[in-house]
């Protein structure tokens, strides 16, 4: 597993959380990248005090006891559209933002390349390797939709951030653990992060 991993500044920040908790259990190699809007929305949404990618990662290791040994994980600067995944003579399986915020959704799009999440996104669609977005927003304007589904005509899967229930989930990381387990599969990897839809276990219930 060698991927992309951009945290975009919108809320949902339990989401990227439990997928660096799961993807930490499997070996293998992801660039992150992380926006400052996605360190201040990282802060408030899990009252911590990280202030930088590394710190990030550090705080989610320590909070779930992960063996950083599992999985490397090489920190690239959010400005810097110079870095080695800017282009694409470098390989990745796949890149994933998630969360993704409609600006960086918008961004992508128009082609504008500002950021280094916004040049991964267009080298990993230029190069024909799946882009997952997982935007955590609602409503959606027709501005939102238009761009969406013109990323998925691109060849994007837009996965939004919308958990399933019948899991019977008792917590919010039960919820991070659905959409993590989605992105997996698409990635071509199961985790079994939540227990499978099974209708006679309601019937048994």
Not at 55 to 61: A, H, T
Not at 117 to 143: M, S, W
């Amino acid at each position: 597993m060698r991927l992309v991993l951009g945290m975009a500044g919108a809320s949902g920040s339990i989401y990227a959380e439990r997928f660096i908790k799961a993807l930490s259990t499997i070996e293998g190699t992801t660039f992150f990248v992380c926006s400052p809007a996605a360190l201040r929305v990282f802060r408030e949404e899990m009252r911590c005090t990280v202030a930088s990618s590394a710190e990030l990662l550090d705080f989610v290791r320590t909070k779930y006891g992960l063996n950083s040994a599992n999985h490397r994980f090489e920190i690239r600067n959010f400005s810097d559209i110079g870095a080695d995944i800017a282009s694409g003579s470098n390989t990745w399986k796949a890149m994933v933002v998630v969360p993704c915020s409609m600006k960086t959704i918008a961004s992508i799009n128009a082609g504008l390349t500002e950021s280094l999440i916004d040049r991964a996104a267009d080298v990993t669609l230029k190069e024909r390797r799946p882009l997952i977005l997982v935007p955590r927003e609602t409503p959606y304007n027709r501005i939102h939709l238009k761009n969406m589904l013109e990323l998925h005509d691109a060849g994007a899967t837009i996965l939004p951030a919308s958990p399933g229930f019948y899991q019977l989930p008792k917590s919010l990381e039960d919820l991070g653990d659905f959409v993590s387990e989605r992105i997996f599969r698409l990635l071509g990897a199961e985790l079994d992060l939540y227990p499978r839809w099974n209708p006679t276990r309601l019937s048994e219930d």
